[in-house]
């Protein structure tokens, strides 16, 4: 029985893992991010120690800086399934390294609710 459930829970993990996409070519993220791809797929979660494109899109986003940290703007056009709204970044999800790209990365799916689709974020200014 309990080998049953945890086959099914890794199929239900595979699909998963598939659906994080690198944005389509020719589109301004693909322009902007290409110059960076090994740079961003080198991304990893400060947490879990997991690389964040594996499991989630990871785009440029607009950022602010609240008064208890940041706020990225994910947005549907970006990210499928995204809520069209300022969200809070959670903490332990910032990628505190020198981010050579000029732009703030959010590495996000809608799909993870644990923490609110944040896998990783970057500000412009990481350092």
Known sequence: MIRTILAGALLL???VAVMAEAPPPG???SDLMAPYAEWIRGLTN???GQGCCSLSD???VDYRVAG???EAFIDRSTFPGAPDAWLKVPDYVV???ANPTGFAV???AAWHK???GWFCFTPSDAA
Do not use: L
């Open 27 to 29: 589109s301004p993220q």
């Open 95 to 97: 990628v505190h390294k």
């Open 68 to 70: 208890d940290g940041y």
């Open 58 to 60: 990871c785009r440029i």
């Open 114 to 116: 644990e923490s609110n």
């Open 46 to 48: 400060p947490a879990t």
């Open 106 to 108: 959010a590495c996000w």
């Open 13 to 15: 993990a595979i699909p």
